[in-house]
T-cell receptor, first 114, second 113 residues
Framework: DVKVTQSSRYLVKRTGEKVFLECVQDMDHENMFWYRQDPGLGLRLIYFSYDVKMKEKGDIPEGYSVSREKKERFSLILESASTNQTSMYLC?????????????FGDGTRLSIL | AQSVSQHNHHVILSEAASLELGCNYS??????LFWYVQYPGQHLQLLLK??????LVKGIKGFEAEFIKSKFSFNLRKPSVQWSDTAEYFC???????????FGQGTTLQVKP
């Protein structure tokens, strides 16, 4: 069974801090994704990666960056946290590039920026 | 740009009632379609998926969905809901040659015992 592990379930940080959210998958998946989930807005894609050291902007990349130095790990970075980045963050992974493979999700990190 | 619209934001049903959740997408090409479910406190998990072939697909826990290409729809159905179906449901679509998922806004289903 695919396991996507996010480093923290809950995180509280202060405005202006640099925040790192970590995600690790154990199924050798090529693709990894970061979303944020907000009530009434569904899931919105922040960044994704099809391969090591590759990254692509999603729909809402502003204020975020990512790092993928190893295939199994995909990090989301909030360069200077702001209160409007308080949200639930979800990491996902999937196999291949055909678009017909389902994504597997982690449990999420609920991030609060004070 | 692709988009996904879920018609109902909050649905309340009694146990044994039938369920239909609407989902429409906008994309002219070949698509892959998914329904995901998020039970309280749990991660998103796949309910069912459609890539090609029979437009009526069956998923886990008695759910099914029908792809109607002419209506750009992929509605989720279950003949008789249970209290344990209380969850948030998300419709999602990818174009045929990318892995990028576009999600709908989600529908919260509350089933009363």
């Amino acid at each position: 069974d695919v396991k996507v592990t996010q480093s923290s379930r809950y995180l509280v940080k202060r405005t202006g801090e640099k925040v790192f959210l970590e995600c690790v998958q154990d199924m050798d998946h090529e693709n990894m994704f970061w979303y944020r989930q907000d009530p009434g807005l569904g899931l919105r894609l922040i960044y994704f990666s099809y391969d090591v050291k590759m990254k692509e902007k999603g729909d809402i990349p502003e204020g975020y960056s990512v790092s993928r130095e190893k295939k199994e790990r995909f990090s989301l970075i909030l360069e200077s946290a702001s209160t409007n980045q308080t949200s639930m963050y979800l990491c996902a992974s999937s196999r291949g590039t055909s678009g017909n493979q389902p994504q597997h999700f982690g449990d999420g990190t609920r991030l609060s920026i004070l | 740009a692709q988009s996904v619209s879920q018609h109902n934001h909050h649905v309340i049903l009694s146990e044994a009632a039938s369920l239909e959740l609407g989902c429409n997408y906008s994309y002219g090409g070949t698509v892959n379609l998914f329904w995901y479910v998020q039970y309280p406190g749990q991660h998103l998990q796949l309910l069912l998926k459609y890539f090609s072939g029979d437009p009526l697909v069956k998923g886990i826990k008695g759910f099914e969905a029908e792809f109607i290409k002419s209506k750009f729809s992929f509605n989720l159905r279950k003949p008789s809901v249970q209290w344990s179906d209380t969850a948030e449901y998300f419709c999602a679509v990818t174009s045929h040659n990318t892995g990028k998922l576009i999600f709908g806004q989600g529908t919260t289903l509350q089933v009363k015992p």
